[in-house]
Nanobody, 127 residues
Framework: QVQLVESGGGLVQAGDSLRLSCAAS????????MGWFRQAPGKEREFVAA????????RYGDPVKGRFTISRVNTKNTVYLQMGGLNVEDTAVYYC????????????????????WGQGTQVTVSS
């Protein structure tokens, strides 16, 4: 069992940067692949970024490639999402997720591959 708590969201202006954090507790976070998703009002939950267990491999959704960076520090049980060049289309609730996988290099891309979710943190970008 893993508990996830996101933080770092807020109201920013277009072009600003923001860093989200996801603190994990319970079972050792290094056993899980981690991901960030987002959901805007009236839309489905969307893949943002994912990272494998040891942080060596990452993947990004097309809308955020080149602007966002996912990272993790397993000794702190924390995953980060560094967001740059924010625009109004990035406005959403951002969720952290943890997924079990037996493969150390696996990066999980879909909602259904994750077993544990945080409560989300709101990111609002004004123009």
């Amino acid at each position: 069992q893993v508990q996830l708590v996101e933080s770092g969201g807020g109201l920013v202006q277009a072009g600003d940067s923001l860093r989200l954090s996801c603190a994990a507790s319970g079972s050792t976070s290094g056993l899980y692949a981690m991901g960030w998703f987002r959901q805007a009002p009236g839309k489905e939950r969307e893949f943002v970024a994912a990272i494998n267990k040891n942080g060596a491999f990452t993947r990004y959704g097309d809308p955020v490639k080149g602007r966002f960076t996912i990272s993790r520090v397993n000794t702190k049980n924390t995953v980060y999402l560094q967001m740059g060049g924010l625009n109004v289309e990035d406005t959403a609730v951002y969720y952290c997720a943890a997924g079990r996988t037996s493969l150390s290099f696996s990066v999980l891309l879909s909602v259904g591959q994750y077993q544990y979710w945080g409560q989300g943190t709101q990111v609002t970008v004004s123009s």
